[in-house]
T-cell receptor, first 118, second 111 residues
Framework: GAGVSQSPSNKVTEKGKDVELRCDPI?????LYWYRQRLGQGLEFLIY????????KSGLPSDRFSAERTGESVSTLTIQRTQQEDSAVYLC????????????????FGAGTRLSVL | GEDVEQSLFLSVREGDSSVINCTYT??????LYWYKQEPGAGLQLLTY?????DMKQDQRLTVLLNKKDKHLSLRIADTQTGDSAIYFC???????????FGAGTRLFVKA
């Protein structure tokens, strides 16, 4: 597709269950980001992938959170043993590496996955 | 670490100008961005300014940067009801990829 696609758009789960969120970046974008947006708060950086480099996981809040990316395409964010404080909108963004090196690094965002943990 | 702050709400009348303010803490921030988020959608880049600029104008949008005070503003001229959205200020340092976002300012436009 033309934009960043995320699925599911909404996810309701029970406390303690595992969830998997998916992101399809724009074709050709080698950089991919995951953010968390809690209600009324800004975007919280979670993890960054760039090509074949080791991802920057410095924003992951706990070891219950993990993410993978297949080459330069799909990424999945997994939250194990979900807690109520994990409830948020999870946003994915992608950008062109050439854009990054030109220092603009314009990020293109998906519509997000709204996660509700009951 | 870097922090970006902005007020949470702004209400204006249709046709008036809107000014959304933002402050950031990292003086080495080289790119500053304004993103717009409409309901149910992801963030969309509106405009950005490089830190060696004071002002950037793009149609109805004017960005002002006071690097000394680390203050950024977005002015929307002739605000329309379609401008109602959440506006995020963001800052990125030189050489890095991390972009720090503010909490967003919710703009209400009254007809």
């Amino acid at each position: 597709g033309a934009g960043v696609s995320q699925s599911p758009s909404n996810k309701v789960t029970e406390k303690g269950k595992d969830v998997e969120l998916r992101c399809d970046p724009i074709s050709g974008h080698t950089a991919l980001y995951w953010y968390r947006q809690r209600l009324g708060q800004g975007l919280e950086f979670l993890i960054y992938f760039q090509g074949n480099s080791a991802p920057d996981k410095s924003g992951l809040p706990s070891d219950r959170f993990s993410a993978e990316r297949t080459g330069e395409s799909v990424s999945t964010l997994t939250i194990q043993r979900t807690q109520q404080e994990d409830s948020a909108v999870y946003l994915c963004a992608s950008s062109l590496v050439s854009d990054f090196h030109l220092a603009k690094n314009i990020q293109y965002f998906g519509a997000g996955t709204r996660l509700s943990v009951l | 670490g870097e922090d970006v702050e902005q007020s949470l709400f702004l209400s204006v009348r249709e046709g008036d100008s809107s000014v959304i303010n933002c402050t950031y803490t990292d003086s080495s921030s080289t790119y500053l961005y304004w993103y717009k988020q409409e309901p149910g959608a992801g963030l969309q880049l509106l405009t950005y300014i490089f830190s060696n600029m004071d002002m950037k104008q793009d149609q109805r949008l004017t960005v002002l940067l006071n690097k000394k005070d680390k203050h950024l503003s977005l002015r929307i001229a002739d605000t329309q009801t379609g401008d109602s959205a959440i506006y995020f200020c963001a800052a990125r340092g030189a050489g890095g990829f991390k972009t720090i976002f503010g909490a967003g300012t919710r703009l209400f436009v009254k007809a």
